[in-house]
């Protein structure tokens, strides 16, 4: 000790320390705080200041090389802290890995191949204890007394299974956070044991007090949908969700629609998939008839991508449905979102992505081919089809006007039916879609128009007759 010894074999000794806890500040701040790390000077060229034995590189180069060893440095530390028995070091990298999953923009499984694997370890004891009797329960048609014994022991549980089942929630939690990155998706739908217990949690009962585990597991499938390949109508991943699209849980049918609308993005599930399923389709048309729009867009999304697989699923879908399938769909171009504004939409779509195409090229095409469909010369509308003929109708007649102006739909609707009586004019409901495109309503209108009162005595605003239409107007009714 005298000699100096004890303090060199405690520097070799703290060294690997020191340096992992160098590295991580510049890790903390080039990935958390978007800040440029320059590494010391000192752990640059060495101890006590010598360049003898190192290289001094340009900013750029030194940034590169610490940010390797910190990548070394991180994956080393998370996946030795999940292999130990130490109940701190493994709460500390559930912590870690939680906000690092939440944060991280580009990270990708690939560079740290058994992560999952780690992971589904702590999964393994709850889904033994808990979530596979469930299921097994749920299979046997025994009286609820048989299982009174089984219903108290999972609820009154212990203080360890509540820990188990709150590690198997970060568990999910990390893994749903990534797989948000495109880079992960395929990754995950791959891995067999965590598909196994993927499927196994949203099997889950309704009632089931592990609700909040059937959702995790339901938005990671959702996620991973566009990588998984099913291989027959009987498929479990399609059976799992067609169940789930017959509950009564919202939330639980809103992931099933969006789960089977991403598989068939897929080219090689189309062969299974163009085939429709008439219970499936039946309970899909009842959505569209619900008073919500998350549920309706999500039917509708699903029914787009579905009639545009190879097949006949178009023409199934229009002799499956009991009414008039084209009038329903028709009503829906008149809809107003209450959720997504008009000034935002625009802004952010050129952006997002529709299942990996980026959304700019669909909207070019979509462009393209409302170039190709321009509107004709409505002032010869005499000669036009519908709904040309009935938009320069109400483009001659009518004009804007101010907020103090109205006008009787039922009026407007009856000059129209007297004018082409003979030549099979609009009905009131798509006569009334047409008007609105041409002579835009306000909100209380448009809101009015899709309460319970008849739209024949719609009032409509800021419109008028042109000059020297009103007269005509009254000659003919």
Request: with cysteine; hydrophobic share 40%.
């Amino acid at each position: 000790m005298e000699a100096g010894g004890y303090n060199q074999v405690m520097y070799i000794h703290l060294l690997p320390i020191y340096r992992f806890s160098f590295f991580q500040l510049g890790w903390e701040q080039e990935m958390h705080w978007h800040q440029f790390w320059t590494p010391p000077q000192d752990e640059v060229k060495g101890k006590g200041g010598s360049a003898t034995n190192t290289v001094i590189r340009p900013k750029d180069e030194a940034r590169h090389t610490a940010t390797a060893h910190i990548d070394e440095e991180f994956r080393s530390r998370i996946l030795l802290a999940l292999q130990s028995s130490l109940p701190n070091e493994v709460d500390w990298v559930f912590n870690t890995l939680i906000k690092f999953s939440f944060a991280s923009e580009n990270f990708c499984l690939d560079f740290m191949p058994t992560l999952v694997d780690h992971l589904v370890t702590f999964v393994e004891p709850f889904f033994n204890k808990y979530v596979q009797p469930d299921v097994n329960n749920r299979k046997k048609n025994d009286d609820d007394d048989d299982d009174l014994g089984y219903m108290l022991h999972r609820v009154f549980c212990s203080k360890e299974d509540l820990e188990i089942f709150e590690r198997t929630l970060q568990v999910f939690h990390i893994i749903r956070n990534f797989s948000f990155l495109d880079n992960n998706i395929r990754h995950l739908a791959h891995h067999d044991t965590l598909r196994h217990y993927l499927m196994t949690g949203i099997t889950l009962s309704p009632s089931s007090q592990f609700a909040e585990l059937t959702r995790q597991c339901l938005d990671i499938l959702e996620n991973i949908a566009p990588q998984v390949i099913v291989h027959s109508p009987d498929d479990p991943y399609l059976v799992a969700m067609s169940y789930l699209l017959l509950s009564n849980d919202r939330a639980l049918i809103l992931g099933a629609i969006r789960s089977l609308t991403r598989v068939a993005v897929t080219e090689v599930n189309e062969r299974v998939l163009c085939i429709p399923k008439v219970d499936l389709m039946e309970r899909l048309f009842q959505l569209l008839l619900v008073d919500d729009e998350e549920l309706v867009a999500a039917t509708l999304e699903y029914f787009y991508q579905y009639t545009s697989l190879r097949g006949d699923f178009g023409t199934q879908l229009v002799k499956t449905y009991p009414g008039n399938l084209m009038g329903l769909l028709t009503g829906f171009l008149s809809y107003k979102s209450s959720l997504v504004p008009l000034s935002s939409t625009t802004n952010h779509y050129i952006n997002e992505t529709i299942h990996g195409i980026p959304a700019a090229q669909l909207a070019a095409s979509q462009n393209a081919r409302a170039e190709q469909a321009k509107i004709p010369d409505l002032t010869d509308y005499l000669n036009l089809d519908e709904p040309f003929r009935c938009l320069g109708w109400l483009k001659d007649i009518l004009e804007t006007g101010n907020s103090n102006d109205t006008l009787a739909l039922k009026e407007c609707f009856n000059r129209y039916q007297e004018k082409f009586s003979g030549n099979k004019p609009f009905g009131l409901k798509e006569f009334y879609t047409v008007l609105v495109i041409a002579f835009p309503q306000p909100a209380e209108v448009q809101k009015a128009a899709a309460g319970p009162a008849p739209l024949i005595d719609l009032v409509l605003q800021n419109i008028k007759y042109g000059p020297d239409k009103r007269h005509e107007g009254k000659n003919h009714l």
